[in-house]
């Protein structure tokens, strides 16, 4: 018997089993396909760096950084250049920047003068935790509603695809709830955080070759634990023991790091599985020659500004190594705001992300390059009763618990810190 099978080989997987192989512990890695990685995948073609999932790690991801130092791949760690601090928020038709000091909300459009007021008192507003709340009423309440119109329809479109309105803030943004609950304040929290560690990024960052380089890495240093090409099918509890079916093993853990939809399959008796609905994604690049480059890393659209698109980024001006010398565009189109786009076809979503660059950006220039990657499966919603959802599921079954961006946290440094901090089953 194994002493713990790790199912699913992405980011969050390949983290928990190397962790527990350098515990001396005996780990079994399933991964259906034929490669590790999951949702992270770099491609290149022309020259161009492409990525299908996540194009950067922000500031705050130090447990990538720590994974990252770990795997002594750090000499291939790429900093996104100064432009790229720099973000856009799309407002009447504009692209209006994204403000970076309290001197800049004043100045900003974004907000009149009433709103900038009252969220700047937001220091003041009482806590009032109120558990299931959702990320659109927690801004509301402790910015207003202008902000949360405005920002927090925007950041969810960026970060899940998603709508403020539908998902709990408790589990979407943990770290707000937790400010609130231990200064009485978002802002006071957040000015009373440590300062960034000197040895560690201080922009966005990536590797040499894309993303995938971690997880590659990660795959080379376990090729011991990990078998491809193995689904499973069924988890099944067996007295003391779980049994996975499909390579038929028995262990005396299961970790689960599966999309929902995927583990529901795998354990149909837990409803709770398909509570967690998804949003399918597509990622257009575009490419441009002789386009003049932006300053920035591109822009968010509330949800208010338009539903055909939840934002683009601009590649080349983070990441020039990237790019091929071009100018490269990378629209993200769908999410929940519009989950039939990504059913598309090739053409007709690059005629779209075309069409937003010229009414957005004013970008008349044919594009040289063109790239549409989908996420079928698409980004986990934290919808409303999420954290009780998941108690349910990580008690269902003693031996077995679930890890991962369908569950425990949906960005690539949530996946690495939950494995880091992975206590096993809370039933066992
Ligand atoms: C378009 C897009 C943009 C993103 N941008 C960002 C970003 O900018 N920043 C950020 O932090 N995050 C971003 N993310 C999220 C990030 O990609 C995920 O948090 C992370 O990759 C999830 O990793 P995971 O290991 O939890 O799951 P996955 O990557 O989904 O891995 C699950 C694995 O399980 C395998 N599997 C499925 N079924 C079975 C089975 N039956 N048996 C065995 N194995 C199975 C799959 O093949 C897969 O390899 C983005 C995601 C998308 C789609």
């Known amino acids: 018997m194994i002493d713990t099978v790790v199912v699913g080989g992405g980011i969050s997987g390949l983290t928990l089993t190397w962790r527990l192989m350098r515990e001396g512990r005996e780990v079994v890695l399933l991964e259906a396909s034929g ?18 999932g996540p ?6 991801a130090l447990p990538v950084f720590d994974l990252i130092t770990e795997l002594g791949i750090t000499d291939e760690v790429l900093v996104a250049r100064e432009a790229a601090r720099k973000r856009f928020l799309l407002h009447k038709g504009k692209l209006e920047p994204l403000p970076q000091s309290f001197a800049d909300i004043a100045r900003s459009p974004l907000l009149g003068m009433r709103a900038v007021g009252r969220a700047m008192g937001e220091p003041l507003v009482r806590k009032a935790p109120n558990p299931g709340e959702s990320v659109y009423d927690f801004i509301s309440r402790r910015f207003g509603r202008a902000v949360a119109e405005r920002f927090a329809t925007a950041l969810v479109a960026g970060v899940y ?12 943004f943990e770290d707000w709830v937790h400010l609130e609950r231990t200064h009485g304040s978002v802002l006071k929290g957040a000015m009373a955080r440590p300062p960034h560690p000197a040895h560690a990024p201080n922009n966005l960052f990536t590797l040499r070759g894309g993303m995938e380089r971690v997880t590659a890495a990660l795959g080379e240093a376990l090729r011991e634990q990990i078998r491809l090409n193995t689904p499973v099918e069924r988890i099944e509890r067996d007295g003391d023991t779980l049994v996975v079916r499909g390579p038929d093993l028995r262990a005396r853990e299961v970790v689960v790091t599966v999309p929902p939809g995927r583990a529901a399959a795998m354990l149909p008796e837990l409803a709770d599985l398909r509570g967690i609905p998804t949003a399918p994604i597509a990622g257009v690049h575009l490419a441009f020659d002789a386009l003049p480059e932006r300053t920035g890393f591109g822009w968010l659209a509330p949800m208010d500004a338009r539903r055909d698109v ?91 618990s679930f890890l991962g961006w369908g569950y425990t946290g949906v960005g690539v440094n949530h996946c690495v810190q939950a494995a880091g901090s992975w206590r096993g089953s809370s039933a066992s």
């Open 35 to 52: 490669r590790v990685g999951g949702t992270i995948r770099s491609t290149v073609h022309e020259g161009i760096t492409v990525e299908h």
């Open 310 to 400: 939840l934002g683009c980024l601009w590649v080349s001006s983070g990441f020039p190594d990237f790019a091929g010398g071009k100018t490269v565009k990378r629209l993200m189109i769908g999410g929940t705001r519009d989950p039939g786009a990504v059913e598309l076809d090739d053409d007709a979503l690059v005629a779209r992300a075309a069409r937003i660059l010229r009414e957005v950006e004013g970008v008349h220039a044919e594009p040289v390059f063109t790239h549409v990657a989908r996420s079928r499966i698409g980004i986990p919603q934290y919808v409303r009763g999420h954290l009780a959802r998941m108690r349910r599921l990580q008690a269902a079954m003693p031996g077995l």
């Open 55 to 60: 194009q950067a790690f922000p500031t705050t």
């Open 161 to 172: 695809g998603g709508d403020a309105r539908d998902l709990e803030v408790g589990a979407a």
